[in-house]
């Protein structure tokens, strides 16, 4: 495995002590290095980092890796630097930075010290950050988090649509890769088009979770579902477990219904202040709670292994965000139980949210949530729905591991039509 002279096992062990690549690791690599254009969707957790973090420390120059989230962006090179032991190796651009500590960045840049750059998407699109980024050697554009591009991906960030006019100003020479854990096709395609990457070789890998079990429950009262998630608590005791609920109330009430019930948990949401999250979400890493009840602010680059079981206690907007946030139990590999409590009520709570919302985004949003309600009606195989839903067939007849599948509905009308013939 050389390309251009570069040993990538011995890149691989030295710089992060791996012995092996991961699935599409190596070909990834090798094709960014060999200057083209590439384009890899791999689940959460499947270790895209790595895809730009090495052959950003074998290449010349820095590589600009664009990243949509701030508070992220500080782990990752913390990360990066803790394996380097170099602290110029990486740094980061952002709003945070002082003047000061600013110019510290491109001193090292200028000097030719620093092989990685995370940038905000905010932060490259800044018209008076171009004459600069245009004087230094760059390696290539990295954009993880690829979907933030598109309408059509959970998490839209209209900066990332300015980020290819930006990326040609600086030099339109300089391959791409992008990434990203969340393609269906029509994000995929956005993607392509919008980051205008040339004739890009695609590294698609298998989104199946086979460790996740699903299930989805008919809602029918608030205190019935209580009781019903209180139960399947009590029997999961001492594993830890997520609840997504749709608004802010409803994570402070559960919460409040849990703990009355002797399960340890705490609410989160966006409207407490940073310090209250940041406290709330440790207890959970920590364990002194079991169980965190929460809105959609809670998840993202949470990297605890061992959650067992993620609950949504009201549909979630999209198939996407399901899968998502389902994604977020058993990443060991072990157990992770997701169960979706579905009504028609929640479905409507949905759809009122979005009355004020702007008509083309309404249509998208609405689409999105019929979406998700065909899946959770359906009688099929859920595994093989999500993962048609990520252009990918699932070839088995039975998964063994939804409820759809472990107890089959009674298919009345089939039966009905054999006794007609
Ligand atoms: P992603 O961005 O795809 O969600 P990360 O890049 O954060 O995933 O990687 C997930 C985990 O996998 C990290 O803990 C990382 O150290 C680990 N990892 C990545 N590549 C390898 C490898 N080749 N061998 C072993 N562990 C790896
Ligand atoms: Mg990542």
């Not at 992008?178 to 096709?185: F, G, V």
């Not at 609920?245 to 399960?263: Q, V």
């Not at 809670?298 to 999209?318: A, E, L, Q, Y």
């Not at 699932?394 to 009345?412: A, S, T």
Request: contains cysteine; negative net charge; proline residues 3%.
């Amino acid at each position: 495995a050389t390309v251009a002279g570069i040993d990538l096992y011995a890149a691989l062990n030295e710089h992060f002590g791996f012995d092996a690549f991961k699935g599409t690791q190596e070909a990834v690599i090798t094709n960014l290095l060999s200057g083209k254009d590439t384009f890899v969707i791999m689940p959460t957790g499947g270790g895209k980092s790595l895809c730009y973090q090495l052959p950003a420390l074998v290449s010349e120059g820095v590589a600009i890796i664009v990243s949509p989230l701030i508070a992220l962006m500080k782990n990752q090179v913390d990360l990066v630097r803790s394996y380097s032991s170099k602290d110029d190796v990486a740094h980061f651009l952002n709003s945070t930075l002082t003047k000061k500590e600013i110019k510290e960045v491109h001193d090292d840049l200028l000097a030719g010290k620093t092989k990685m750059l995370y940038v905000a998407p905010e932060t490259l699109t800044k018209q008076e950050n171009m004459e600069f980024f245009s004087d230094l050697k760059i390696s290539f554009f990295a954009v993880d988090e690829a979907h933030c591009i598109s309408e059509w991906g959970h998490d839209f960030r209209p900066e990332y649509r300015r980020l290819k006019e930006m990326m040609d100003q600086i030099n339109p020479d300089i391959p791409i890769i992008a990434l990203t854990a969340t393609a269906t096709p029509k994000v995929q395609s956005d993607i392509v088009k919008n980051l205008g990457l040339r004739n890009p070789d695609i590294y698609i890998s298998s989104f199946n979770r086979g460790n996740l079990y699903y299930e989805i429950q008919p809602k029918i009262k608030k205190d019935q579902t209580v009781k019903s998630i209180v139960k399947f608590i009590s029997q999961n005791k001492g594993k830890s477990g997520i609840i997504y609920t749709l608004n802010r109330k409803t994570t402070e009430e559960l919460a409040d219904m849990l703990m009355a019930n002797g399960i340890k948990a705490v609410a989160y949401h966006a409207g407490f202040d940073g310090k209250v999250r940041a406290d709330r979400q440790d207890q959970f890493l920590n364990e002194d709670v079991q169980v965190i009840v929460a809105t959609i602010a809670f998840g993202m680059g949470i990297d605890k292994p061992d959650i067992r079981f993620v609950i949504h206690f009201n549909i979630p907007k999209s198939i996407e965000n399901y899968y998502q946030e389902t994604g977020r139990a058993g990443r060991d590999g072990m157990e992770g139980k997701c169960i979706l409590y579905y009504s028609h009520k929640d479905v409507s709570k949905l759809e009122h949210l979005m009355r004020d919302k702007p008509l083309s985004e309404r249509e998208v949003t609405a689409q999105m949530i019929q979406e998700t309600v065909a899946f959770a009606e359906s009688s099929v195989c859920r595994r093989k729905i999500l993962l048609h839903y990520f252009g990918e067939e699932y070839q088995q007849e039975n998964c063994g591991n939804c409820d759809n599948c472990l107890h089959p509905k009674e298919k009345i009308e089939a039966k009905d039509e054999a006794v007609i013939a």
